[in-house]
Nanobody, 115 residues
Framework: QVQLVESGGGLVQAGGSLRLSCSASGSIFSINGMGWYRQAPGKQRELVAAVNSGGSTNYADSMKGRFTISRDNAKNTVYLQMNSLKPEDTAVYYC?????????WGKGTLVTVSS
């Protein structure tokens, strides 16, 4: 089992920045990739960014150049630095950890961007 706890969400004005953190515990040795997803009201959950065990990253097109994902293996933590935030970035952001055939999810952290 893997437990994920997100933090860092909140209210920010458009153009501002936030950094989300996701701390993993439990069977962390089983984790391959980690990532961030988001779900806005009335919409499906979508990939924001992901990083694999080798450090390679992947971003959704709309986040490229604005968001940066990083991973600190020593702290079992993954970060999402979000810059130039837009109102359409408002969503609940979820941390994900992939451990082979199983995915683990955090409870989410709300990001609200005001115009």
């Amino acid at each position: 089992q893997v437990q994920l706890v997100e933090s860092g969400g909140g209210l920010v004005q458009a153009g501002g920045s936030l950094r989300l953190s996701c701390s993993a515990s439990g069977s962390i040795f089983s984790i391959n990739g980690m990532g961030w997803y988001r779900q806005a009201p009335g919409k499906q959950r979508e990939l924001v960014a992901a990083v694999n065990s080798g450090g390679s990253t992947n971003y959704a097109d709309s986040m490229k150049g604005r968001f940066t994902i990083s991973r600190d293996n020593a702290k079992n933590t993954v970060y999402l630095q979000m810059n130039s935030l837009k109102p359409e970035d408002t969503a609940v952001y979820y941390c994900n950890a992939n451990a082979g055939i199983r995915d683990y999810w955090g409870k989410g952290t709300l990001v609200t961007v005001s115009s």
